[in-house]
């Protein structure tokens, strides 16, 4: 098993930025997809961004490329989310996954939620205009 606890979130006004951490611990190796996502109220949950630790690949949604970096600190088996320019759409409750992903398959993280194992239980962040 895997746990995943995040932190970091707020409140923020447009414009300001948030770094959001999610801490690993348990049965985690090496080789694993760990990625972002978030939910509105009233919408579907949300890939933002993903991250394949045996490399340090980075993949990002397509939408949020170029405002959030994702990060990770291999030795504290920790994930890393910095939130630039902020707007009061990205408001959602921000969630921390993990995936088992073998060696042998090239390591490519898709970021959709269903393909992902372990979830924290997200921080909320909320961005006022």
């Known amino acids: 098993q895997v746990q995943l606890v995040e932190s970091g979130g707020g409140s923020v006004q447009a414009g300001g930025s948030l770094r959001l951490s999610c801490a690993a611990s348990?049965?985690?190796?090496?080789?694993?997809?760990m990625g972002w996502f978030r939910q509105a109220p009233g919408k579907e949950r949300e890939g933002v961004a993903a991250?394949?630790?045996?490399?340090?690949?980075?993949y990002y949604a397509d939408s949020l490329k170029g405002r959030f970096t994702i990060s990770h600190d291999a030795a504290a088996n920790t994930l890393y989310l910095d939130m630039n320019s902020l707007q009061p759409e990205d408001t959602a409750m921000y969630y921390c996954?993990?995936?088992?992903?073998?060696?042998?398959?090239?390591?490519?993280?898709?970021?959709?939620?269903?393909?992902?194992?372990?979830w924290g239980q997200g921080t909320q962040v909320t961005v006022s205009s």
């Open positions: 996954a993990a995936v088992d992903v073998p060696t042998s398959t090239g390591g490519y993280c898709l970021i959709v939620s269903s393909s992902y194992d372990y």
């Open positions: 348990g049965a985690i190796d090496s080789s694993y997809c």
């Open positions: 991250y394949y630790t045996y490399v340090g690949k980075t």
